[in-house]
């Protein structure tokens, strides 16, 4: 799911780079459904590793060949999936071009938390709810004190929160918990958990709300 003006920049670009975990990447899956050049399209592996260097590493090597090919007269998009300002990779290059001296342009995306909620036709919120993005280091208390405060929750970077998640799933039986995988390729899926799963994989994203809202003061 693409605005029309990202889909535009992407056709124009004379390439578009694609960040990947391993050999899986979002972006280049959701822009392979897009009536797009593919030979255009470059993936760029990140590992995902506490150690932060090697990610960074990355994102100097990359910074440098953008900064080549903008001197050479090109036009280059760096594609993220969900929207280039929520937890996106693409900020980590953009700010070494910035500091470069080299001027970017951010087009706005769809939140994959926003897509994910119209596929499940969910009310994200209403009247006096909350609402509120967290990433997955989390605990299961801080999800139940959220919750009980009138927040719904979105949780990224899911695939580091299957602790916490599992444990507040068990405590709190007046929450729904939507969970989302792969949200806005050929293979996204959608459920509200009825058992909890062992594994969170990396593009997952969980909902958690009360199927009523509790009142607030």
Known sequence: MVTL?????????????????????????????????????????????PDRSKANAVYDELALTLKKEHEAGMTIAVATEGDSGIFATTHYVMDRLVEMGIECEQTPGVPSFIAAASIAGLHLVKLQERLLIIPGKTTAKEILRLTSKGYNLV???????????????????????HYFENIGTPNQKYEILKEMPNNFPYFSLMIIKRPTPIPLP
Do not use: W
């Not at 992407?10 to 990947?20: E, M, N, S, T």
């Not at 949780?155 to 918990?177: G, P, R, Y």
């Open 155 to 177: 949780i990224m970077k899911l695939s580091m929160a299957h602790e916490a998640v599992s444990k507040a799933f068990l405590e709190a039986k007046d929450l729904q918990f």
């Open 5 to 49: 003006g990202t889909l535009r920049f992407l056709r124009d670009a004379q390439k578009v780079y694609c960040f990947a975990v391993g050999e899986s990447s979002h972006a280049a899956d959701i822009i392979t459904q897009l009536d797009i050049d593919q030979s255009k399209v470059i993936t760029v592996n990140v590992p995902m590793s």
